[in-house]
């Protein structure tokens, strides 16, 4: 049973950091790609940022230069740095984890996991 346990969600005041974490384990494949997404009252999930097994980055424009996402690849976790909130950041963040079959199988089969959502709250 794939699970993905997050952490470090809270209040802040603008200007302030806060630094999530989330927990994977349960693929015998491991986690291609993890990361984090958010989502706001009223408003759509969007992707915050994503990084490979490689290492590879991906961010969206309203953090990039703000929040740093990394993970561990032997803990299985990936973690969201996030410098300098807004209280446009307010929302639940939520984990997401992608595991896939590795090239040699025959077929091609991939799964995606959600966390259970973390509140972050910039306020004064």
Not at 89 to 97: E, I, K, L, Q, S
Request: charged share 15%; proline share 4%.
């Amino acid at each position: 049973q794939v699970q993905l346990v997050e952490s470090g969600g809270g209040l802040v005041q603008p200007g302030g950091s806060l630094r999530l974490s989330c927990a994977a384990s349960g693929s015998i494949f491991g986690f291609n790609v993890m990361g984090w997404y958010r989502q706001a009252p009223g408003k759509q999930r969007n992707l915050v940022a994503t990084i490979s097994s490689g290492g590879t980055t991906n961010y969206a424009d309203s953090v990039k230069g703000r929040f740093t996402i990394s993970r561990d690849n032997a803990k299985n976790t990936v973690y969201l740095q996030m410098n300098s909130l807004k209280p446009e950041d307010t929302a639940v963040y939520f984990c997401n984890a992608v595991s896939h079959t590795p090239p040699d199988y025959t077929d091609f089969y991939e799964y995606t996991y959600w966390g259970q959502g973390t509140q972050v709250t910039v306020s004064s």
